[in-house]
């Protein structure tokens, strides 16, 4: 019995098919399916994409409920086509136990909306002194497979080192927060000409590079997989180009924002600019679009990073670091690679569904292709569609776009996850966890 059937969907924005969605897979592609009972959605000029799949959220359960939690987070991630997301570990107590993981594990099963897998701690409460049970968080139910200290770096080169060796036993992967602690002290803004003159603390390029150069050589020393969060500067693009080129197990992500924003829009001294790593350069900017597009970057990462009104609405050197993204990632795309013509539809699918899910091993059939047989996980996208970005038109607990009163392209009209509609008609639907 089929249960949906998609109707004039452009399959990567190919020629316009119908989709057929039976018990949880893909069942038919083709033109003119019979609908039988199936109930049928009118697809007409949209973008049919596998759901896509973010190496980089924040969703603040346990802890932090009055910034988000895994329900609200879910369904922000459901909004903006993801069916998987990661959850990062520095949540309060910090997933550094298989008791923690397999709770953040359960809240994701429970919410429905998109498949939660938890990122482990590498170190215990992120302390950086000592190694977390990474084991214990790889046997557990949760099958952790992607451990970091994300929010702080693994600075020790010693445990760094353990680290990388310890996860090669179950192939899991180490996701490194580049950020030299020292050259970065008290640090705001991008270390430049700006910094000097708006009189804030300079977070120099210098202190990401040369965490990301002693850890791509780290990763080759002892043949482990290192995963660079968030890149952010035109080096180290060319660090990673260079690791790639002799052939180590090196990925790397850039976020959204870091391909549209640059550090000018601090001049504003609105904290909604604030960031880490922090906005940079335009020169920054190009580096990261070539290397997404020539396959450098593997994968566009949201950092989805909710904070409270008052973490946020204070003056500068006070507020949070952080920009909410999973619901504007897609668009943001579109705009700086897509209509820019630096990546086809396919790529994107790449760098935003296979690439990253392929990097976590995450299970669930995330990362797939459209094709008969496939778990129905999938967007469908109006990339003709623009529209304002309003901070309220959110499912997230918090409202800290960069993005406010910005016209971006592209709207979400669908996602399925599991061949369930998540979202329909741009609006979240019942699930049932
Ligand atoms: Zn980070």
């Known amino acids: ?205 210098v202190a990401e590079e040369s965490i990301i150069a002693r850890d791509v050589l780290l990763a080759a020393h002892v043949g ?28 790397a992500e850039v976020t959204p924002h870091h391909l549209l924003l640059t550090d000018d829009l601090v001049r504003s001294y609105d904290p909604i600019y604030k960031v880490n790593p922090p906005l940079r350069t335009a020169d920054d900017v190009q580096a990261v679009r070539e290397g997404l597009a020539d396959g450098t970057i593997d994968v566009v990462a949201t950092d989805h990073a909710p904070h409270p009104m008052e973490d946020k609405e204070c003056e500068w050197s006070a507020a949070a670091f952080g920009m909410i993204g999973l619901e504007t990632a897609l668009s943001v795309v579109q705009q700086t690679m897509v209509d820019t013509g630096l990546l086809s539809w396919e790529q994107v699918v790449d760098r935003m569904s296979a690439a990253p899910a392929k990097i976590s091993g995450a299970g669930g059939g995330h990362g797939r292709p459209l094709a008969v047989g496939e778990p129905a996980h999938l967007v469908l996208y109006d990339a003709d569609a623009t529209r304002v970005v309003a901070p309220d038109d959110t499912a997230s607990l918090s409202r800290n776009t960069p993005y406010s009163g910005r016209e971006l392209p592209g709207r979400v009209v669908a996602t399925f996850l599991r061949g369930v509609p998540t979202v329909l008609d741009g609006t979240l639907q019942e699930v049932n966890g």
């Not at 009118?42 to 895994?70: K, M, S, W």
């Not at 594990?105 to 002194?129: F, I, K, N």
């Not at 080096?235 to 197990?249: N, P, Y």
Request: aromatic share 4%.
């Open 1 to 205: 019995m089929t249960d949906y059937v998609i109707r004039g969907a452009r399959v990567l924005g190919g020629e316009p098919t119908d989709i057929a969605l039976s018990g949880g897979v893909i069942e038919a592609i083709g033109a003119g399916l019979d609908a039988g009972g199936a109930t049928e959605v009118d697809a007409r000029g949209l973008i049919a994409l596998p759901g896509l799949v973010d190496l980089h959220t924040h969703l603040r359960e346990p802890g932090r409920e009055d910034a988000e939690t895994v329900l609200t987070g879910s369904q922000a991630a459901a909004r903006g086509g993801f069916t998987c997301v990661h959850a990062m570990a520095n949540t309060d107590p910090v997933a550094d136990t298989a008791g923690v993981v397999e709770q953040v594990w359960r809240l994701g099963r429970e919410s429905g909306y998109c498949d939660v897998q938890p990122v482990g701690a590498v170190t215990v409460g992120l302390g950086g002194t000592q190694l977390a049970e990474l084991g214990a968080m790889a046997d557990s139910a949760a099958t952790v497979r992607v451990f970091s200290d994300d929010g702080k770096c693994v600075w020790d080169p010693v445990l760094m080192r353990r680290a990388l060796e310890y996860v090669k036993a179950f192939g899991g992967v180490i996701a490194q927060h580049a950020q030299e602690p020292r050259l970065t002290e008290n640090a705001q803004m991008n270390e430049g000409v700006l910094s000097g003159e708006l009189g804030l603390p300079g977070w120099p390029a």
């Open 224 to 251: 482990s997989r290192l995963h660079v969060c968030h890149l952010s500067t035109r080096g180290s693009v060319e660090i990673v180009r260079w690791a790639k080129s002799k052939g180590w197990d090196v990925t």
